[in-house]
């Protein structure tokens, strides 16, 4: 981290590799596919920016979610794009979430929770994270991601039964 | 049923990346990166021509009181014209010489400032 600081290419690359996959995956289910990319590109921009800021002490992997965990909280605070005239609308054919059966249930499930519930879930059991490093990234104690994970559950369940 | 979300959502396949993600990435990081490099190089310039600088006062305070010394003593053993002149020599002299070396300082400090940043880049 202390090599893109610096202004090293490489550097930056060697971490877009490692973590491509994980930010990826995180952002693509945080934000149900729409502008993956773009978030993930401004992800990475934020991170070169404030690269010389970066605490060394720190994991870098958790500095790195929690500026895609804030990127995602900005992303849903955006206002909703404009209706686009339904006679160009292409059913399903970009819409990333229009796949058909349990894929699309679980990300309708998904969707439902509230941001926050969604990103502990995310973190603590699609990324394996330990519920102290989601806390860290979440920017809250600990017991507040055991009761988010709790409440994700609740609802989850409830949401089952109901589509059941 | 157990607490795990897992078991509810399933293992949500998410598709790869596109594989020019990274690409688009680095040349959007291009300009920020040019940008550390200026800094980084600007602070390697920066510190060792704030270490020349900072005995500077004490090198002038030396040399006028040298010259002051031996325009004393040579004035005392030869006529004031030529003390006056050979101490102006010395004077000038000094003044080249200290010219010419904070001069190079920034030069100097830039060629080893950026061949530390290709080393650590290497």
């Known amino acids: 981290m202390g090599l893109v600081a610096t202004g090293d290419p490489r550097a930056l690359e060697t971490l877009c590799s490692r973590y491509e996959r994980g930010l990826h995956q995180f952002l693509w289910r945080q934000l149900g596919g729409r502008d993956v990319e773009d978030v993930y590109q401004e992800t990475w921009l934020r991170v070169v920016r404030a690269a010389a800021r ?3 002490r720190r994991r870098f992997s958790t500095w790195l979610f929690q500026i895609a965990v804030n990127l995602c909280h900005d992303w849903h605070r955006r206002p909703p794009p404009e209706p686009r005239d339904p006679a160009t609308l292409d059913h399903g054919a970009d819409d990333p979430t229009a796949r058909q059966g349990d894929a699309l249930d679980a990300a309708r499930l ?37 009761s988010r994970l709790h409440h994700a559950m609740t609802t989850l369940k409830a949401l089952a039964a109901r589509n059941a | 049923m ?5 078991d509810l959502l399933g293992s949500l396949d998410v598709p790869p990346p596109s594989a020019d993600l990274r690409a688009k990435v680095m040349t ?21 021509l704030a270490v020349a600088l900072v005995p500077l006062p004490l090198i002038v305070l030396v040399n006028v009181t040298v010259v002051r010394a031996l325009y004393g003593l040579l004035s005392t053993i030869l006529p004031d014209v030529v003390s006056t002149y050979l101490v102006a020599q010395y004077a000038l002299l000094v003044l080249a010489l200290l010219g010419l070396t904070y001069a190079s300082v920034p030069f100097l400090a830039d060629r080893q400032a950026r061949a530390a940043l290709e080393n650590l880049h290497a």
């Open chain 1, 54 to 56: 970066f605490d060394r």
């Open chain 2, 2 to 6: 157990s607490d795990d979300p897992r």
């Open chain 1, 110 to 146: 998904l969707a439902a929770l509230p941001e926050p519930q969604r990103a502990a879930v995310l973190l603590r059991y699609y990324h394996d994270l330990p519920e102290d490093e989601v806390a860290e990234i979440l920017g809250c104690p600990r017991g507040t991601v055991k």
């Open chain 2, 28 to 48: 959007a990081a291009a300009p920020l990166l040019a940008a550390h490099v200026r800094r980084a190089t600007a602070r390697a310039w920066l510190r060792p």
